[in-house]
């Protein structure tokens, strides 16, 4: 049924917010430049549509960030090395929200806000 699942963001600053997810290695797939505007269209990898009520919601901003700001949505990546992708993160515009905690689940996240000022949970699996 489902050939693509397209997640749109709406930015202000369209090349600082495309320089970003450009810095994740996501290729430019398509892009326009017009009267009506500019956009592009970026190739993720694996994705997954995680969908949780308010209430839990709330636990995990808390958990992760200390604190709970109501949205409709958060990205979320998951990486090999935490550190070293929070770091490559800052250096193209991404601001850390919280330090990294261990999840009752099992991962170690940390919360970054993108140049676009979107939620962003960075997680690495627990070593077994």
Known sequence: ???????????????TALNFYRALNLEVVESWDSADGRGAILELPRATLEI???????????LEAGVHEPREMRLGLKVENLQD??????????????????T???SFNQRLETPDAKQLTVFQEARV
Do not use: T
């Open 85 to 102: 992708a929070v770091e490559y993160l800052e250096k193209h515009g991404a601001k850390v929200v919280a330090e990294f905690v261990e």
């Open 52 to 62: 949780m009520d308010r209430k839990n919601a709330k636990s995990v901003d808390e």
């Open 104 to 106: 009752p689940w099992g």
């Open 1 to 15: 049924m489902i050939q693509e699942f397209r997640l749109v963001l709406n930015v202000d600053d369209f090349e």
